[in-house]
């Protein structure tokens, strides 16, 4: 019998020896069977990790998240914008009907523009002689007595009215100058406080339509004029004199001329009655009390960046109290640097 024994060269030997093979490391990692592939977003190509799978999830959330918030935001913007507009309309509206009905037409009690009659007109000098009380009080020989006029001798509820009404319209200018829309406004905000003074509310009310126009692209606030600066500068002795004469203004309509025989606080109530009744002046000074009203705190709240800040939740919450709110809002305005 013959034995044929095979040589293999010594590369070959690792490969086809008999010998069983080593065990398998623990660390040994299995081979993926019956595993499908995964396509790869951008590409297509096949992926198997796990870990793909939850960093698509993430993206495709983020993306969803994202575009809600901006769905959010369009949607918020549009309706701030609608706001604006139909505020806007509302106050042109409320311009035509606050000189139609007050001025124009004869509906309204008292005498319109084109009749107004003589004792109209002497009531309104008259009023106008008095303001803030001054000639008054210099007649008043005991305080004074510096006589260079006399001063009309009026009924203290007109005239209380009266300067009640301009009191609280002197107090706006600061508010006006400070406003951080004002630049919308392209008059000259000195002619229209000027006017406001004389008219009221048939200038505020079309510089708060103006104001809700689409904010102006310029790189630098307006400067103030001389005027605007003074009273700025000056708010809290505005707020100061304005707060006084609203508050004289109360107590002469109660208290005045008591030496006249115009009658105790109930004659005086029933005088006032008939007054707002038949005169389109007092009239008038009703319509712009509950303008005020409505103005003032709007205006301050869209300005409390002005106040000091550690007086913001004060005059936050006393801007709804007429008179009041606005006197808080001039005493605790920050001052402009220099």
Known sequence: MVTITATYPPF???????KPLPPKSPLHLPKLLNRRPLHHADNSTRCFSPAVIKAKRGVSGTQLCFSARRKSLLSSEEGEDNLRRVLQITLWVAEGVYILWLFLLPYAPGDPVWAI????????????????????????????????IDAPVLHPMSEGLFNFVIGWTFMFGPLLFTDQKKDRYKGSLDVLYGWQMFLTNTFLIPYMAIRLN???????????????????????????????????????????RMDANFGGIADRWDYLVGYLGSERLAYAFIWDICLYMIFQPWLIG???????????AIVKYLRYVPVIGLIAYLLCLEPKEA
Do not use: H
């Not at 070959?12 to 008999?18: A, D, G, T």
């Not at 106008?128 to 510096?146: R, W």
């Not at 869209?302 to 913001?312: A, G, T, Y």
């Open 302 to 312: 869209d300005n409390l960046q002005n106040v000091q800040e550690n007086k913001v």
């Open 12 to 18: 070959l030997s690792p490969f086809l020896s008999l």
């Open 214 to 256: 689409d904010p102006v692209d310029e790189t630098a606030p307006r400067k103030l004029s001389e005027f605007e600066s003074v009273m700025t500068n000056g708010a809290p002795l505005v707020g100061v004199i304005g707060g006084c004469a609203c508050l004289v203004s109360l107590l002469w309509a109660v208290y005045g």
């Open 117 to 148: 009659s003589s004792d109209t007109l002497n009531s309104l000098v008259g009023l106008s002689l008095n303001f803030f009380f001054i000639l008054p009080f210099m007649n008043f020989g005991t305080v004074v007595g510096i006589r260079l």
